[in-house]
């Protein structure tokens, strides 16, 4: 028995955006590692203020998560394609000679790039969430031979205050993504920031607002090629591929437990369903997903919720906290809260800025953002993604593992704690 997916992805040109990006490394590497014989992977990649273009790509492949890969696939470079472009600008920046070669050989597109800052201006969300993918959708439709346009959108995308349930459907936006980009293209600041408090009376943050909206601006092209949208919760560390624990830029549920040792506790609902998948299952649903996807006769779009519910946010706590032995913790987070005064005292001694109070107003601040989503009690539906994983034969369920009934939550919370110490600083800050 062979692989389908491997298959189906042999000798396909991909391309990702968002590929610096958790998962998109995690999708990158996946696919060097187990479909030695895919095609091209055509990267699209943006210059930082503070770094080349060349720097960049230089650094992209020094990450741990590809040394097997480099030990199984010596030649995995000849692989990536990269594209100097930005997701912010007209056609993502692309030259004219790029966008031709997207037209003429991309197969399949995964599009994960974001802005995952749930407490960015509206603009910003827009620029990033809606504008990116429309220019990306305009690009899309002139591809002669696409397979599948596979958008990686959030679990939390009907996140309202007034809804519960969220459904493997599209959630009609109150407002149509194309009137969001013209008004942020020609209100000022100001004013957008003024009208964000009307567009946005039912929805808890810029994020899943920008989110929902950009699921409809795709959704209008389901009519054009095969569209699958792709809805997880909070990505977490990887579960098992290429090894447990691995992580990129923590956010989300992460970033609440990185502090979770010095007694920064949070506040939470024990019946709210806890939505963390692991990275490396997320990537696994995704390339099963876009096979279906390809496999159907017609144009169309289908809704992927990856979601689980035998565990609470509340019981991944206290399985992480097991982890933990300090016995400080009784007295909450009173020694790291005096111990960073002193510090930032001896610092302002020595003429230097004051920096450590200031990481714990950013931590607890996120917590404070991330507070509403560990707290609602939601019901997600999942029918499109049990039945795909239904219909896997044997040796893609083992290749391509994504069901989260085969995970040892208990185990895999209590030894994160271990694994944070070593890869996560106790003064790091990380996204919201």
């Not at 039912?202 to 092209?221: G, I, Q």
Request: with cysteine.
């Amino acid at each position: 028995m062979e692989s389908n997916i491997c298959k189906f992805f042999s000798g396909k040109n991909i391309l990702i955006t968002g590929a610096t990006g958790l998962v998109g490394t995690c999708l990158v590497e996946k696919l060097l590692r187990v479909v030695p014989d895919v095609g091209f992977i055509y990267l699209l990649i943006r210059t930082k203020k503070e770094q080349n273009f060349n720097k960049r790509v230089n650094e992209y492949f020094s990450n741990e998560i590809f040394n097997k890969v480099k030990n199984q696939n010596p030649t995995y470079l000849h692989k990536i394609v990269w594209l100097h472009g930005d997701i912010t600008k007209a056609n993502l920046d692309l030259t004219p000679e790029m966008i031709e070669t997207i037209h003429t050989n991309v197969n399949i597109i995964v599009n994960s790039a974001a802005c995952l800052n749930q407490i960015t201006p509206l603009r910003n969300a827009i620029k990033y969430n809606i504008y990116g993918t429309n220019e990306l959708l305009k690009i899309a439709k002139g591809c002669a031979f696409l397979d599948c346009f596979m958008h990686i959108s959030t679990a939390y995308v009907n996140h309202r205050r007034s809804e519960h349930e969220i459904d493997e459907k599209l959630y009609i936006h109150p407002v149509d993504p194309e009137i969001l980009m013209v008004m942020s293209d020609e209100l000022t600041s100001e004013e957008l920031e003024r009208e964000s408090a009307n567009l946005m009376m039912d929805w808890p943050n810029t994020y899943t607002y920008t989110k929902n909206a950009s699921e409809n601006l795709v959704y209008k092209y389901r009519n054009h090629f095969k569209i699958g949208i792709f809805r997880p919760g909070s990505i977490i560390e990887s579960y098992a591929e290429p090894f447990p624990y691995w992580i990129k830029n923590p956010n989300g549920f992460t970033s609440v437990l990185s502090k979770a040792h010095l007694g920064y506790m949070v506040d939470l609902n024990p019946k709210a369903p806890g939505n963390a998948p692991p990275v490396d299952f997320c990537v696994n649903c995704i390339l099963a997903a876009s096979n279906e996807v390809a496999s159907n006769d017609r144009a169309h779009i289908k809704f992927y919720n990856f979601s689980l519910y035998t565990q609470t946010w509340a019981d991944l706590y206290t399985s992480y906290m097991k982890g933990i032995h300090n016995p400080w913790l009784i007295f909450g987070s009173f020694k790291d809260r005096l111990s960073c005064h002193l510090k930032d005292l001896y610092l302002e001694m020595i003429g230097k800025p004051a920096r450590n109070i200031d990481t714990i107003r950013r931590h607890e601040k996120m917590i404070r953002v991330l507070h509403y989503f560990m707290n609602k009690e939601f019901n997600f539906f999942t029918k499109n993604v049990d039945c795909l994983w239904s219909s896997l034969n044997a040796v893609d369920q083992r290749m391509f593992l994504f069901d989260m009934h085969e995970i040892d939550w208990d185990s895999f919370y209590k030894n994160m704690h271990e694994h944070h110490q070593k890869a996560i600083p106790d003064d790091s800050t990380f996204k919201t």
